[in-house]
């Protein structure tokens, strides 16, 4: 049997990878970065009356003109299916120094309700690495148009975060 922090690793290595390999020679230098993979499960007894496993892999980067790259990995379990989900980065905006809201389109889907083309977002909170921290938050991932993401990226505002107990990591800084 697969130990759960087993399922955040492998799309992290990925994500590293990736986000080392990206240039921004075009775009001038890096202004803004999150990067890191949590999971966390809503018990039956919250919000949707069912046991729903939740994973996410993030790389996200914004340039000084103003351009974004990257992308999220989303699998959420429920029903006994896994659902999962490949998003590129269109939107990240870094707010308070440490909360970050990501949202781009969906390139791959195995979910017909939501599939490619659609728009999916999500904030997060780096809450300090280390011991005795609190833990990392993140939100649901939201689903919808190319407006409603621009608008959640694009809005200060703090959405709720979940009751859920998050474990992983993930580091959010402006440059």
């Known amino acids: 049997m697969r130990s759960k922090s087993g399922y955040v690793l492998p799309l992290l290595a990925v994500l590293v990878v990736s986000w080392t390999a990206a240039?921004?020679?075009d775009n001038g230098p890096v202004v803004a970065r999150a990067a890191g993979g949590y999971h966390w499960t809503i018990s039956e007894d919250d919000i949707f009356g069912i046991e729903v496993g939740n994973r996410l892999a993030l790389n996200?980067?914004?340039y000084a003109d103003g351009s974004v790259q990257g992308m999220f990995e989303y699998k959420q379990d429920a029903f006994g299916e896994t659902f999962r989900f490949h998003v590129s980065v269109t939107?990240?905006?870094?707010?308070d120094g440490n909360r970050a809201k990501i949202g781009g389109v969906i390139e791959i889907s195995n979910d017909p309700t939501l599939p490619p083309g659609v728009f999916g977002w999500f904030q997060t909170q780096d809450n300090s690495e280390g011991?005795?921290?609190?833990p990392d938050w993140s939100t649901l991932v939201g689903f919808g148009t190319e407006q409603e993401n621009e608008d959640f990226c694009n809005s200060p505002d703090t959405p709720r975060f979940g009751p859920w107990d998050v474990t992983g990591n993930v580091e959010v800084s402006e440059d």
């Open 60 to 62: 996200a980067r914004k």
């Open 131 to 134: 011991g005795g921290g609190a």
């Open 91 to 95: 939107c990240f905006e870094v707010y």
């Open 23 to 25: 240039s921004s020679a």
